[in-house]
């Protein structure tokens, strides 16, 4: 009855009567069915066909053949005999066409060409690996792509400009560093001797010859404590420099190294009489007294293997001659020692031995106070390059030719292992929050790893041109966020680096200054309370950069 109704409306609205079925397939053909000229002559197709026919690209043509190829080619074309000899000579690779010109008097005397089947299979390689989609490039603008940093004036102050130079090196100086207040600096040079300066004045207040080229010098952190550590070949050289800080603090300091001060009669005298140096508020030191000291140093021995393989390290007392000079306690090791480390509060020491042929003695921990030795790793066979404690809590970081390993002295096991890519690792820094680390390698780049973040650096910064040889962040980031990386290419390249108490906040690095020497640079540190920064290069040159 539906049909019937429905084409009785037909009729009445005049329309012819049709089967629906029938419609109904009419009607998806002429859905399916489209225009494929319309009246301006443009062909009709849907996005995707027409996206395919105005991005094709045509398959490449073959060259037309030259003068080269013709049956008959002009006789300068011929080669000659000795062209001939000289082509049958040639190995294929080094031929430039696979035959040579002929002459013949019509090209039905043409032989059959040798290389039909490789020329026909070279072109059908052309053709399936030719492209047959357009691609569109992107047009973008390379400045854009620049993170969008601060402008480095608006991060002052820091370090721009040579202020200070302290002389009288003849050799590389490895190694500088400065006491916690900032006023003294000491100085490791090839040359055997360790110098100390006064930063404001650049007056050398005392030297010491230790026999050796000095790898590495370091303050004891300790505000309560002067200490000057020395590392020559298979000793470290502990000092008590007096000028440097008061005679309590000198005092406390030859206790806490379980030393008595004796003259050079050898008999115990108080601390007032120390190292038989006039106070640095009492005129200060004479010329007279620093060669007199200068060469009171007796060396010592390396360990032996044999007899003495189950010490780890021993202490020795200076003579009363050294004691007077300032030399209180060296330690004597087993192999030549390359780095040394203070502790934050400076009674743990840590000693680097990466020649050591027994592993395990490659890192050896001192503890000063009760001049107690232990090497914390039985099991380790990888060579260690750099170490250092962390500021706040019991970890130690360790860094070999590939990683940096972070160990939990209290737990005694190793908590986490970072990948530092690239070449060789050469210098480790930690940040003053103990969040963040600096590492440099042989392959120019300074890595800066974030500890809550990922056991792969945060950011892999490729500023310099050789190897980088010392990083450093500034011991006051609140004040001076600060940061900077020494290479052998004679550049200090100074970083703006802001740590953010927000966890959801990456940190802001920004490049503020390069200084530059005309020698490789060995050695970066900063300044305690400002933001200056001293290096040391090969030369032997010493320079304080200020703001």
């Given at each position: 009855m539906k049909i019937v109704a429905k084409m009785v409306k037909r009729l009445m609205q005049g329309k012819p009567i049709t089967d629906p079925e029938r419609e109904t397939e009419e009607e998806k053909q002429a859905q399916n069915m489209y225009l494929l000229w319309d009246d301006a002559g443009h062909v009709q197709m849907d996005n995707k066909t027409k996206f395919k026919y105005y991005n094709r690209i045509e398959k490449p043509n073959p060259a037309p053949p030259g003068t080269y190829e013709s049956y008959r080619p002009p006789a300068e074309y011929l080669p000659s005999e000795k062209a001939k000899a000289k082509y049958q000579r040639l190995r294929n690779i080094d031929k430039k066409e696979h035959f040579l010109p002929e002459q013949f008097e019509?090209?039905?005397?043409?032989?059959?060409?040798?290389?039909?089947?490789?020329?026909?299979?070279?072109?059908?390689?052309?053709?399936?690996?030719?492209?047959?989609?357009?691609?569109?490039?992107l047009v973008v603008d390379p400045s854009?792509?620049?993170?969008?940093?601060?402008?480095?004036?608006?991060?002052?102050?820091?370090?721009?400009?040579?202020?200070?130079?302290?002389?009288?090196?003849?050799?590389?100086?490895?190694?500088?560093?400065?006491?916690?207040?900032?006023?003294?600096?000491?100085?490791?040079?090839?040359?055997?001797?360790?110098?100390?300066?006064?930063?404001?004045t650049g007056r050398l207040m005392k030297r010491y010859d230790l026999g050796a080229p000095i790898q590495q010098v370091e303050f004891s952190p300790s505000p309560t404590h002067n200490i000057l550590a020395a590392a020559v070949e298979y000793t470290i050289v502990l000092i008590v420099p007096t000028f440097a800080a008061h005679d309590a603090i000198n005092e406390h300091s030859v206790r806490f190294l379980r030393a008595s001060v004796v003259n050079a009669d050898g008999v115990a005298t108080d601390a007032k009489a120390t190292a038989g140096l006039a106070s640095a508020r009492a005129g200060g030191i004479t010329q007279t007294t620093i060669d007199t000291d200068e060469t009171v140093h007796q060396p010592v021995g390396d360990l032996h293997d044999t007899e003495e393989k189950e010490k780890r390290a021993d202490y020795v007392d200076g003579t009363p001659q050294e004691r007077q000079a300032g030399i209180i306690v060296k330690v004597k090791m087993h192999a030549k020692v390359k780095r040394i480390t203070f502790h934050a509060k400076g009674d743990y020491m840590c000693a680097l031995c990466p020649k050591d042929h027994v592993k395990y003695r490659q890192t050896v921990m001192l503890q000063l106070s009760k001049r107690t030795v232990f090497c914390p790793f039985r099991k380790f066979a990888e060579v260690v390059t750099d170490c250092r404690f962390h500021p706040r809590e019991p970890l130690f970081f360790l860094t070999t030719t590939n990683s940096v390993r972070c160990y939990n002295l209290m737990a005694h096991k190793l908590q986490k292992r970072y990948k530092a890519h690239g070449g060789l690792t050469t210098c480790l820094s930690l940040h003053p929050d103990g969040?963040?680390?600096?590492?440099?390698?042989?392959?120019?780049?300074?890595?800066?790893?974030d500890c809550d973040y990922s056991d792969k650096p945060y950011k892999r910064m490729k500023s310099h041109k050789g190897v980088v040889n010392s990083v450093e962040y500034h011991k006051n980031t609140e004040a001076y966020p600060l940061f900077a990386s020494g290479a052998s290419d004679g550049q200090v390249h100074v970083f703006h680096g802001m740590v953010y108490d927000d966890y959801n906040k990456n940190a802001l690095i920004v490049p503020v200054k390069i200084l530059r020497h005309t020698r490789p640079v060995y050695c970066v540190t900063w300044h305690p309370s400002l933001p200056w920064v001293f290096t040391s290069t090969e030369d032997g040159t010493v320079s304080c950069w200020t703001e």
């Open positions: 019509s090209l039905r005397h043409v032989p059959f060409y040798k290389r039909t089947i490789q020329d026909r299979y070279q072109r059908c390689l052309d053709l399936s690996l030719f492209p047959r989609r357009q691609r569109t490039r854009k792509l620049l993170p969008d940093l601060p402008d480095p004036k608006d991060l002052r102050p820091f370090p721009e400009r040579l202020s200070f130079l302290y002389k009288g090196h003849t050799a590389c100086v490895r190694s500088i560093s400065l006491n916690p207040t900032g006023e003294y600096l000491a100085t490791a040079c090839d040359d055997h001797l360790v110098r100390v300066y006064e930063v404001l969040d963040n680390f600096l590492v440099g390698d042989t392959t120019h780049h300074t890595q800066w790893f």
